[in-house]
T-cell receptor
Framework: DAKTTQPPSMDCAEGRAANLPCNHS???????VYWYRQIHSQGPQYIIH???NNETNEMASLIITEDRKSSTLILPHATLRDTAVYYC?????????????FGTGTRLTVIP | KAGVTQTPRYLIKTRGQQVTLSCSPI?????VSWYQQTPGQGLQFLFE???????NKGNFPGRFSGRQFSNSRSEMNVSTLELGDSALYLC?????????????FGPGTRLTVL
């Protein structure tokens, strides 16, 4: 079962930062937070993941609260191509358990 | 490095038929997972293969099966197709099974059952 809660939809103006929240209040100490996105009818695309420290890569930044009960994915300068469904997933690293539980995600619409 | 490839990209079948979908993982990746995506149920895990062995299985009927070859390529088969099997079937690969290893998805195969 998905263990995350995300708003169903959000809008963001092109060029502005998009901040996508995720609640994972029952996360355990060894669970990582992963973010994927899915542009219409394509395969999900990996964005970023983290355990407890903030992470940044060329696509986005991931901010995890100190108590790890929530996180925020930040797209610093949203473009129209960032319009997609964004999934927040918590996952226990476990050999032989490579199954991701996707929830309903957040549909981000970037507005010109 | 080439990404995950899936063939065919689109497929139309009729009820009662069977279908085989193919997935070629990223070079060097040994784990292949399969997912089904429908508007009603979202993305659901089907099964995972690692080193030609099924390591994990989701809650799907036995009509859904798969296998993995020695070169890590994988196939999934659906027998006795039902209308509800119409979906986007996604394959994902990773270097190892589990851990913090990241899964990378292919573009999917869109199956329509008439």
């Amino acid at each position: 079962d998905a263990k995350t809660t995300q708003p169903p939809s959000m809008d963001c103006a092109e060029g502005r930062a998009a901040n996508l929240p995720c609640n994972h209040s029952t996360i355990s100490g060894n669970e990582y937070v992963y973010w994927y996105r899915q542009i219409h009818s394509q395969g999900p695309q990996y964005i970023i993941h983290g355990l407890k420290n903030n992470e940044t890569n060329e696509m986005a930044s991931l901010i995890i609260t100190e108590d790890r009960k929530s996180s925020t994915l930040i797209l610093p300068h949203a473009t129209l191509r960032d319009t997609a469904v964004y999934y927040c997933i918590v996952r226990v690293p476990q050999t032989g358990a490579n199954n991701l539980f996707f929830g309903t995600g957040t549909r981000l619409t970037v507005i010109p | 490095k080439a990404g995950v490839t899936q063939t065919p990209r689109y497929l139309i079948k009729t009820r009662g038929q069977q279908v085989t979908l193919s997935c070629s993982p990223i070079s060097g990746h040994r784990s292949v997972s399969w997912y089904q995506q429908t508007p009603g149920q979202g993305l659901q895990f089907l099964f995972e293969y690692f080193s030609e062995t099924q390591r994990n299985k989701g809650n799907f009927p036995g009509r859904f099966s798969g296998r993995q070859f020695s070169n890590s390529r994988s196939e999934m088969n659906v027998s006795t197709l039902e209308l509800g099997d119409s979906a986007l079937y996604l394959c994902a690969s990773s270097f190892v099974a589990g851990g913090t290893d990241t899964q990378y998805f292919g573009p999917g195969t869109r199956l329509t059952v008439l």
